[in-house]
């Protein structure tokens, strides 16, 4: 299987694809100036105390407040807070002067720990979704390649998909010897079989963001106040998904490209190659055939095999997915077969819209109904071994007797919307439109005054592949002609994702025209 990860970089967005085989997997499509991910710690302020949820709101600078329950305070919070407490007047907080406190008891009320105006230090365990605010935690935990660092915590597990008990008892003993006091560790999966300097090096470098965070805390009395940032959303993949059976990863930006390259570099020296620079002007979506992916894969109706197809509905507690066999043969097939081959390939689109979507919180997929309990069990079957590639945490219930199954996955973002609809390729939304027949003129207008008013002499004019087909016909051709008339270096090049009559000027250093001062057509 060739694993492939496309990154989008524009100036206001960037958009994440990963590719198996050619067909797209994942995708996430988030703004650049995004400032809440799961992992930002902040120095924050209680807001409020709600005895009622046994929670407290905290404000961490986003327009909703923050929700931290009592549970997630962790069974060390009063050894944390009597850390800080004590040293908030000190030079420098040290992890050595740490004297664990009795736990809290699961039973007891957030009111007994924490009052309005308090400073705390908190954790993004989950986005911000719709109209509520991101959930947190004080349990902090930094994560690397290897290992997770925890703070307050003097234990060392070891990930349970690491089966040989001999390589369980070499990586703890190798973390337990060489950590500092008061910090613990988990060891993820990935460090199956890395030398003993790899992890120890993995290790110094996350107690030293630590130390930096406790540096950045010291004295520090204006709250909200953010103390560490979580990785890009790029780079956080490569660190948690990146792995041998990376083919390759594309970038069509080359700060974003010299930063994976230089992660790559640094967490496994010899699959640095993989990481390419894509430096064309065609869309690289367009190029690795991922825009009409992307445009059939996100709508509410999704086809997937003869005729066949999903319908997909979300709301604020749930999603649910309808599978419809569509029109199909079935001379050859009873109804219960039929219904079992839908269901069996109904599952594997389920499996992958799940991630595509990123998908959390219940989801109830409502199969064609099917009487055997084999089959019924053979697509249950099929659903967990589909699933089992997905990285999230998640569970899978049997069908029951109405046919219906449910999966349970982890929401720690909004789910991915695309919407896929295109306003009217004519009158823009507006409801009026100019003739169409004049649009090529509009065109030759704009590059006229591209050309001879703003002085570029080479220019690539984006257009909807219609247009783009229209203007190549013929010899000569459309574009043959305004060449020679304008005498400039112009190339006219398709955007599958443009609407009909949209266009799009860009100069030799990719960057947009602007033309709204051209001579529009009346």
Same mark, same amino acid.
């Given at each position: 299987?060739?694993?492939?990860?496309?990154?989008?970089?524009?100036?206001?967005?960037?958009?994440?694809?990963? &590719?198996?085989?050619?067909?797209?997997?994942?995708?996430?499509?988030?703004?650049?100036?995004?400032?809440?991910?799961?992992?930002?710690?902040?120095?924050?302020?209680?807001?409020?105390?709600?005895?009622?949820?046994?929670?407290?709101?905290?404000?961490?600078?986003?327009?909703?407040?923050?929700?931290?329950?009592?549970?997630?305070?962790?069974?060390?919070?009063? +050894?944390?807070?009597?850390?800080?407490?004590?040293?908030?007047? !000190?030079? !420098?907080?040290?992890?050595?002067?740490?004297?664990?406190?009795?736990?809290?008891?699961?039973?007891?009320?957030?009111?007994?720990?924490?009052?309005?105006?308090?400073?705390?230090?908190?954790?993004?365990?989950?986005?911000?979704?719709?109209?509520?605010?991101?959930?947190?935690?004080?349990?902090?935990?930094?994560?690397?390649?290897? @290992?997770?660092?925890?703070?307050?915590?003097?234990?060392?597990?070891?990930?349970?998909?690491?089966?040989?008990?001999?390589?369980?008892?070499?990586?703890? /003993?190798?973390?337990?010897?060489?950590?500092?006091?008061?910090?613990?560790?988990?060891?993820?999966?990935?460090?199956?079989?890395?030398?003993?300097?790899?992890?120890?090096?993995?290790?110094?470098?996350?107690?030293?963001?630590?130390?930096?965070?406790?540096?950045?805390?010291?004295?520090?009395?204006?709250?909200?106040?953010?103390?560490?940032?979580?990785?890009?959303?790029?780079?956080?993949?490569?660190?948690?998904?990146?792995?041998?059976?990376?083919?390759?990863?594309?970038?069509?930006?080359?700060?974003?490209?010299?930063?994976?390259?230089?992660?790559?570099?640094?967490?496994?020296?010899?699959? &640095?190659?993989?990481?390419?620079?894509?430096?064309? +002007? @065609?869309?690289?979506?367009?190029?690795?055939?991922?825009?009409?992916?992307?445009?059939?894969?996100?709508? /509410?109706?999704?086809?997937?095999?003869?005729?066949?197809?999903?319908?997909?509905?979300?709301?604020?507690? @749930?999603?649910?997915?309808?599978?419809?066999?569509?029109?199909?043969?079935?001379?050859?097939?009873?109804?219960?077969?039929? &219904?079992?081959?839908?269901?069996?390939?109904?599952?594997?689109?389920?499996?992958?819209?799940?991630?595509? =979507?990123?998908?959390?919180?219940?989801?109830?997929?409502?199969?064609?109904?099917?009487?055997?309990?084999?089959?019924?069990?053979?697509?249950?079957?099929?659903?967990?071994?589909?699933?089992?590639?997905? +990285?999230?945490?998640?569970?899978?219930?049997?069908?029951?007797?109405?046919?219906?199954?449910?999966?349970? =996955?982890?929401?720690?973002?909004?789910?991915?919307?695309?919407?896929?609809?295109?306003?009217?390729?004519?009158?823009?939304?507006?409801?009026?439109?100019?003739? !169409?027949?004049?649009?090529?003129?509009?065109?030759?207008?704009?590059?006229?005054?591209?050309?001879?008013?703003?002085?570029?002499?080479?220019?690539?004019?984006?257009?909807?592949?219609?247009?783009?087909?229209?203007? /190549?016909?013929?010899?000569?051709?459309?574009?043959?002609?305004?060449?020679?008339?304008?005498?400039?270096? @112009?190339?006219?090049?398709?955007?599958?994702?443009?609407?009909?009559?949209?266009?799009?000027?860009?100069?030799?250093?990719?960057?947009?025209?602007?033309?709204?001062?051209?001579?529009?057509? &009346?």
């Amino acid at each position: 299987m060739e694993n492939k990860l496309i990154l989008d970089v524009q100036d206001s967005q960037i958009s994440i694809a990963l &590719a198996e085989d050619g067909k797209l997997v994942e995708f996430s499509r988030e703004s650049r100036e995004a400032t809440f991910s799961v992992g930002n710690i902040y120095l924050a302020r209680v807001k409020k105390i709600m005895p009622g949820l046994n929670s407290a709101f905290i404000e961490v600078g986003y327009e909703k407040e923050g929700f931290l329950h009592y549970l997630d305070l962790g069974l060390n919070f009063s +050894t944390i807070k009597e850390f800080f407490s004590k040293q908030k007047n !000190s030079h !420098s907080l040290n992890m050595k002067d740490v004297k664990f406190l009795e736990e809290l008891p699961k039973d007891d009320v957030v009111s007994s720990y924490l009052k309005v105006g308090d400073n705390i230090l908190v954790q993004v365990v989950k986005e911000p979704i719709s109209t509520k605010g991101p959930r947190l935690t004080t349990e902090i935990s930094i994560a690397g390649r290897n @290992l997770v660092f925890i703070p307050f915590s003097n234990k060392v597990s070891v990930s349970t998909k690491i089966k040989a008990q001999s390589e369980r008892n070499r990586l703890r /003993k190798i973390i337990m010897g060489a950590k500092v006091p008061s910090c613990g560790a988990i060891i993820r999966t990935v460090a199956e079989g890395k030398s003993d300097k790899e992890l120890l090096s993995e290790l110094k470098s996350l107690e030293q963001v630590w130390k930096t965070i406790l540096d950045k805390v010291q004295g520090k009395k204006e709250t909200p106040y953010l103390v560490y940032e979580e990785m890009s959303r790029a780079e956080a993949i490569l660190r948690d998904r990146f792995n041998s059976n990376f083919d390759q990863i594309v970038v069509n930006d080359r700060a974003v490209y010299e930063d994976l390259h230089s992660y790559i570099s640094q967490i496994e020296p010899e699959k &640095a190659s993989i990481v390419k620079f894509y430096d064309d +002007t @065609l869309p690289i979506f367009d190029v690795y055939n991922l825009t009409k992916q992307i445009k059939s894969s996100f709508g /509410k109706i999704v086809p997937f095999k003869k005729g066949a197809y999903l319908v997909i509905e979300h709301t604020e507690a @749930l999603h649910v997915i309808d599978v419809n066999s569509g029109v199909r043969n079935r001379d050859q097939n009873d109804q219960e077969d039929n &219904a079992f081959e839908v269901n069996m390939a109904a599952v594997e689109e389920v499996a992958r819209q799940v991630r595509l =979507r990123d998908l959390g919180g219940i989801i109830i997929i409502d199969l064609i109904d099917m009487r055997t309990a084999e089959h019924k069990q053979a697509v249950y079957e099929r659903m967990c071994e589909v699933m089992s590639n997905d +990285t999230t945490k998640h569970n899978v219930l049997p069908l029951s007797k109405f046919g219906l199954m449910q999966i349970t =996955r982890q929401r720690v973002r909004p789910a991915t919307v695309i919407d896929t609809k295109e306003k009217c390729p004519t009158c823009g939304g507006h409801g009026s439109i100019r003739y !169409s027949l004049l649009f090529i003129d509009l065109l030759k207008n704009k590059i006229d005054w591209v050309g001879k008013q703003l002085k570029y002499r080479k220019f690539t004019l984006f257009v909807h592949p219609f247009v783009y087909a229209y203007m /190549k016909q013929g010899f000569p051709s459309l574009v043959f002609r305004l060449r020679l008339k304008y005498g400039f270096l @112009l190339r006219i090049l398709p955007n599958q994702s443009f609407s009909l009559l949209e266009y799009k000027f860009i100069n030799r250093r990719g960057e947009e025209i602007d033309v709204c001062d051209g001579r529009e057509m &009346a």
